[in-house]
């Protein structure tokens, strides 16, 4: 049985789709993109794509690398251009969406948004088709606390990070020490460029709306029709992103469930005290872990044999990613019914999966992650006083987050942070045409408070909420998928704090 890990919207089609397309591509350093199919007998609008960026921008004439892409053309006669797109993570692949929407049906975009535009999956560097990172899955797969409770427990973190990181450094190359934000903004422009493109049209879920911010910082003149959906505010220090994402995003979501679960009888724990039992099940499993007897060491669904409270924490923040109302991802329906099964003893559908290959989106989400943001803790009391901090702010979710995991995946990491959390400069700021922000009310990874810190720092820009939960807003297929399309398509933005019901 599968873990909620595959739950992610993000990492669901990733994982689903990797051994679709693995396109061969020949040496030429053209700047011009050679257009192939990715393998035999692929539809007739789906190609693969790459050009040879710097894997230094710095010295552009060093060494370079292929950057990897892959387009689902339009079928129509109105195609107004090329729509680049990053699903998130950071470490998902642009391209693993398109060949989902290609070979699998899955509706990534609407008919309406496929009319009128190429949609270019793009692979940021050290993902998918783009030198993706690569590191040894034997260590990835050691269990080794991110909360340690000693100073010994601490050194073993660090030692930890330190020989994983080293193993995706010898196994990755030299893109390994660049694979921060900015490079990725700076290569979205070449491949702009490459496109015959004078502006950029960008739509960015997640992660890829810091992918998106970082380009409109850098390229303001070049920005088009840009939208991003479930937004992070980057310039936010390590401590306050980590305060914000497991109070504002994953507690605040949390009680939502909680509430959701005692309203509907979809919840499988339905009339009762779920908080309560919630708290008793995370509380049994600190003591000692759950069994997980549905997992295997080897295969596609492969899991660790038991789970730990600080494992089962991070597996449900990925279980809320899903839309509450059914839909074709895992969502809230089936999250009740993974914490139900663990309150009686089976933590099957919340262990942590085992990794059996050497690439893989978690481990391009340390390789982005790393590089990105400035571990502020440097000691075990570091660590002890953001989690003691995020504790009373958050006490279901014991101030577990995803920023949380790179604070103390990062220490010990081999290759220093070069895109530090820093504000968008004002001149440039206001150089760019308008952006729509896009947020749902209950977000576990990207509360409502950092699309309004962004929305601040871009004064133009337009922020609309969906009054739901579930990680970003265009899978819903609702209103707000309506309104991103007709800004796309025909320019036009809602008013500002424009609320849709779906």
């Given at each position: 049985?599968?873990?909620?890990?595959?739950?992610?919207?993000?990492?669901?089609?990733?994982?689903?789709?990797?051994?679709?397309?693995?396109?061969?591509?020949?040496?030429?350093?053209?700047?011009?993109?050679?257009?192939?199919?990715?393998?035999?007998?692929?539809?007739?609008?789906?190609?693969?794509?790459?050009?040879?960026?710097?894997?230094?921008?710095?010295?552009?004439?060093?060494?370079?690398?292929?950057?990897?892409?892959?387009?689902?053309?339009?079928?129509?006669?109105?195609?107004?251009?090329?729509?680049?797109?990053?699903?998130?993570?950071?470490?998902?692949?642009?391209?693993?969406?398109?060949?989902?929407?290609?070979?699998?049906?899955?509706?990534?975009?609407?008919?309406?948004?496929?009319?009128?535009?190429?949609?270019?999956?793009?692979?940021?560097?050290?993902?998918?088709?783009?030198?993706?990172?690569?590191?040894?899955?034997?260590?990835?797969?050691?269990?080794?606390?991110?909360?340690?409770?000693?100073?010994?427990?601490?050194?073993?973190?660090?030692?930890?990070?330190?020989?994983?990181?080293?193993?995706?450094?010898?196994?990755?190359?030299?893109?390994?020490?660049?694979?921060?934000?900015?490079?990725?903004?700076?290569?979205?422009?070449?491949?702009?460029?490459?496109?015959?493109?004078?502006?950029?049209?960008?739509?960015?879920?997640?992660?890829?709306?810091?992918l998106g911010s970082t380009y409109a910082g850098l390229f303001p003149k070049n920005v088009g029709r840009m939208v991003l959906d479930g937004v992070m505010d980057s310039s936010q220090s390590s401590v306050a992103q980590v305060a914000m994402e497991s109070n504002n995003g994953y507690e605040t979501t949390l009680n939502k469930f909680f509430q959701w679960c005692n309203t509907t009888a979809e919840c499988a724990l339905n009339g009762q005290d779920i908080a309560g039992i919630f708290d008793k099940m995370i509380a049994t499993a600190e003591s000692s872990p759950i069994p997980a007897p549905g997992c295997a060491p080897e295969g596609d669904k492969a899991c660790r044999?038991?789970?730990?409270?600080?494992?089962?924490?991070?597996?449900?923040?990925?279980?809320?990613?899903?839309?509450?109302?059914?839909?074709?991802?895992?969502?809230?329906?089936?999250?009740?019914?993974?914490?139900?099964?663990?309150?009686?003893?089976?933590?099957?559908?919340?262990?942590?999966?085992?990794?059996?290959?050497?690439?893989?989106?978690?481990?391009?989400?340390?390789?982005?992650?790393?590089?990105?943001?400035?571990?502020?803790?440097?000691?075990?009391?570091?660590?002890?006083?953001?989690?003691?901090?995020?504790?009373?702010?958050?006490?279901?979710?014991?101030?577990?987050?995803?920023?949380?995991?790179?604070?103390?995946?990062?220490?010990?990491?081999?290759?220093?942070?070069?895109?530090?959390?820093?504000?968008?400069?004002?001149?440039?700021?206001?150089?760019?045409?308008?952006?729509?922000?896009?947020?749902?009310?209950?977000?576990?990874?990207?509360?409502?408070?950092?699309?309004?810190?962004?929305?601040?720092?871009?004064?133009?820009?337009?922020?609309?909420?969906?009054?739901?939960?579930?990680?970003?807003?265009?899978?819903?297929?609702?209103?707000?998928?309506?309104?991103?399309?007709?800004?796309?398509?025909?320019?036009?933005?809602?008013?500002?704090?424009?609320?849709?019901?779906?």
């Amino acid at each position: 049985m599968s873990s909620f890990q595959s739950t992610s919207i993000i990492l669901f089609l990733f994982f689903a789709t990797q051994a679709l397309a693995v396109p061969h591509y020949s040496t030429d350093t053209s700047p011009n993109i050679e257009w192939r199919t990715c393998k035999e007998n692929d539809p007739p609008n789906l190609q693969c794509g790459q050009i040879k960026v710097p894997i230094n921008h710095e010295d552009p004439h060093g060494g370079h690398f292929n950057l990897g892409f892959a387009r689902l053309k339009s079928n129509s006669m109105s195609t107004i251009g090329n729509l680049i797109y990053n699903p998130g993570g950071p470490g998902g692949a642009g391209s693993a969406e398109v060949f989902a929407q290609a070979f699998l049906n899955v509706s990534i975009w609407t008919l309406e948004l496929l009319a009128h535009y190429d949609i270019i999956g793009l692979d940021p560097r050290g993902t998918g088709l783009s030198n993706a990172m690569k590191c040894d899955p034997d260590i990835w797969n050691r269990r080794v606390s991110g909360t340690p409770k000693n100073k010994d427990e601490f050194k073993k973190l660090v030692a930890y990070n330190k020989a994983f990181g080293e193993s995706c450094r010898n196994l990755t190359g030299p893109v390994f020490d660049f694979m921060d934000t900015e490079s990725a903004a700076k290569d979205m422009d070449l491949v702009r460029k490459a496109l015959g493109e004078e502006k950029l049209t960008f739509y960015g879920q997640s992660y890829g709306s810091q992918l998106g911010s970082t380009y409109a910082g850098l390229f303001p003149k070049n920005v088009g029709r840009m939208v991003l959906d479930g937004v992070m505010d980057s310039s936010q220090s390590s401590v306050a992103q980590v305060a914000m994402e497991s109070n504002n995003g994953y507690e605040t979501t949390l009680n939502k469930f909680f509430q959701w679960c005692n309203t509907t009888a979809e919840c499988a724990l339905n009339g009762q005290d779920i908080a309560g039992i919630f708290d008793k099940m995370i509380a049994t499993a600190e003591s000692s872990p759950i069994p997980a007897p549905g997992c295997a060491p080897e295969g596609d669904k492969a899991c660790r044999s038991d789970a730990t409270s600080e494992e089962i924490l991070a597996q449900v923040q990925i279980g809320l990613l899903g839309f509450s109302a059914s839909s074709v991802f895992l969502g809230w329906p089936a999250l009740s019914g993974a914490i139900a099964q663990a309150a009686q003893g089976n933590a099957t559908l919340l262990s942590r999966p085992i990794k059996n290959t050497s690439s893989h989106a978690d481990f391009s989400f340390l390789g982005v992650g790393c590089k990105d943001w400035i571990a502020a803790s440097k000691s075990y009391i570091d660590l002890v006083l953001i989690r003691q901090m995020t504790g009373i702010l958050s006490p279901h979710s014991r101030g577990n987050s995803q920023f949380y995991e790179i604070q103390s995946s990062c220490i010990g990491w081999p290759s220093p942070p070069t895109n530090n959390p820093h504000t968008l400069d004002p001149k440039k700021v206001a150089q760019l045409p308008p952006i729509l922000l896009v947020n749902s009310f209950w977000d576990p990874s990207t509360p409502i408070s950092s699309a309004n810190a962004l929305k601040t720092k871009i004064p133009n820009s337009v922020l609309i909420l969906r009054n739901g939960s579930g990680h970003t807003s265009y899978l819903t297929f609702g209103k707000t998928t309506e309104a991103i399309d007709a800004f796309f398509v025909k320019g036009i933005l809602p008013a500002q704090g424009t609320t849709f019901a779906y």
